[in-house]
């Protein structure tokens, strides 16, 4: 029997990269997912190769995490087709490209807290009441260590999850008396949709090698890492644990 059967997952950003490895782990380790992202069809594609391998364990919404209606929308779905979320993974985000922080316009400042903390105000409203009525729940953010060890160019998205994380920790300090675990996962950068932007030149492997460098396990991480510490943190293995800014990242922040 799988470490999640018979609860309710809810995934956003989970059309690729992170969440799509989050997803998937999930419903092999017997969880209902619920598959939420920008691109629709991409979402119901990764929906359909889930339940192609696990049965009817997935279904998929398109949704813009930035507005809550749709985040709302998103929750119902959820609670249509499998029942409420018992797990939540805030794990949709974008960022700016990389660059000195005066040439980042107030536009992309604005998408970029949107997606990435916003994101997280309309979910925690759209799902908490449900949670507390279930008497329990596990929310889990996709941090970064951009928030935790910042670096050069990055400032704006560094801030944003630098917001998730610290989020995470106040909202486990809150909730803990409903029985709602929220915890955070901090990735080192990943060869997911965003690497040229957070690399901020073109992805070839001398540039890779230089990101590589600063991770003493010599590589970057990879959406299998991140689904295995979200499936811990989703796990009744971890239900004493909570508020915690768990690095996903091969020592990069040492």
């Not at 985040?71 to 993974?89: K, L, N």
Request: hydrophobic share 45%; aromatic share 4%.
């Amino acid at each position: 029997m799988g470490q999640l059967q018979g609860k309710v997952a809810l995934v956003t950003g989970a059309a690729g990269g992170f969440g799509e490895g989050i997803a998937r782990l999930f419903a092999a380790e017997g969880a209902k997912v619920m598959i939420a992202d920008l691109d629709a069809a991409r979402a119901q594609q990764v929906a359909a190769s889930i339940t192609a391998s696990f049965g009817p364990s997935a279904a998929s919404i398109g949704c813009d995490v930035s507005k809550g209606d749709q985040v709302q929308a998103a929750v119902q779905a959820c609670v249509q087709a499998f029942g409420a979320p018992d797990i939540v993974v805030n794990n949709a985000g974008t960022t700016h490209r990389n660059q000195p922080l005066l040439e980042v316009d107030e536009a992309t400042f604005d998408r970029v807290f949107a997606v990435n903390v916003k994101s997280i105000f309309h979910m925690t409203r759209a799902v908490v009441p449900l949670m507390r009525e279930r008497k329990g729940g596990a929310i889990i953010n996709i941090g970064s260590t951009a928030g935790i060890r910042p670096r050069p160019g990055l400032t704006w998205y560094n801030a944003s999850k630098g917001a998730v994380n610290l989020v995470s920790k106040s909202m486990a300090a809150e909730l803990g008396p409903d029985n709602i675990r929220v915890n955070a996962i901090c990735p080192v950068m990943g060869a997911t949709g965003l690497i040229e932007q957070f690399l901020g030149v073109p992805d070839t492997p001398e540039n890779r090698a230089k990101i590589v460098a600063g991770i003493p396990l010599g590589r970057m991480s990879t959406p299998q890492d991140v689904a295995q510490a979200a499936l811990w943190l989703a796990s009744d293995a971890a239900q004493f644990i909570t508020g915690v800014e768990l690095p996903v990242d091969g020592g990069r922040t040492i």
